[in-house]
């Protein structure tokens, strides 16, 4: 695909989701079947399908939001976790981005279903898989970004750690990046408040609550809107969208010097 090609290239996401069809346990678009699973599930596959670690009620709800912004056609997504590669080759049937990048900390391959999709469906050279890249390392996120990309993103994706020592680093580094309007996806921010977790057995028990980095957020945009224009808050996925000031130095930017609080009297 030529780079230089404009918007009018790229298929307008508002028609994509009329074209999702929905199974039992299955989602199709284009052709490509999705198999709609939960992390742990037996990788019982056809050579033709994708492992899709999503619901239905969390998709849709993904396409609701989207649906209402037919205009949002980003030429360039960055996405943090891979795993079996579904989420990637969904995101780029939807918009058809002439640049889509995706790194995971694993280290692993694509398997073998991701890669009988890229030969099929993807245009060449578009879509690239790094593993082993460690989200809350600044330095190497930004490195990565700006030299993969060729250009400012226009969709950022964290379905990755979804711990604070993870998404704050790499949420502070990449959100400058991002172009005006832009929207930074971030995916099961509110498991900190669902049952179970406060259980010592529970995975992410030691780690830090996502919904400090939200709550921070949702208080920028009053301070900071040219920061962070707005964020749209749903029990599984949060949307911030950028706002047009420029940010000089990524590795510095923290979303708390962007807040002025009352101080509280007693």
């Known amino acids: ?84 590669g579904g989420s990637v080759a969904f995101w780029n049937q939807v918009f058809r981005p002439l640049r889509h990048v995706a790194f995971d900390l694993a280290q692993r391959e694509d398997s073998p279903e991701f890669r009988t999709w890229a030969s099929r469906r993807a245009e060449p050279g578009s879509v690239e898989t790094i593993w082993g890249v460690d989200q809350s390392d600044r330095s190497v996120v930004l490195d990565l970004a700006r030299g993969k990309l060729r250009g400012a993103p226009d969709l950022i994706i964290d379905d990755a750690a979804h711990i604070l020592e993870c998404l704050q680093p790499a949420f502070e580094t990449l959100f400058p990046l991002l172009r005006p309007g832009g929207i930074y996806l971030i995916e099961d921010w509110s498991w900190a408040h669902r049952a179970g977790a406060q259980d010592d057995d529970h995975f992410w028990r030691p780690y830090g609550d996502p919904t400090r980095l939200i709550f921070e957020l949702v208080e920028a945009v009053a301070t900071s809107g040219d920061i962070v224009a707005s964020v749209h808050l749903d029990p599984d996925w949060v949307a911030i969208e950028r706002g047009p000031r420029r940010i000089d130095d990524p590795l510095r930017f923290r979303v708390n010097e962007h807040i002025v609080r009352r101080e509280t009297r007693r």
């Open 1 to 84: 695909m030529d780079e230089s090609a404009g918007p009018s290239l790229v298929r307008a996401a508002g028609s994509v989701w009329n074209r999702v069809v929905w199974d039992e346990d299955r989602m199709r678009l284009d052709g490509q079947v999705f198999r709609l699973e939960e992390v742990g599930t037996p990788p019982a596959v056809a050579p033709e399908e994708l492992r899709f670690f999503k619901n239905r009620a969390f998709v849709e709800s993904l396409m609701g939001f989207f649906r209402l912004r037919p205009e949002f056609q980003p030429q360039r997504i960055l996405e943090m976790g891979i795993w079996e």
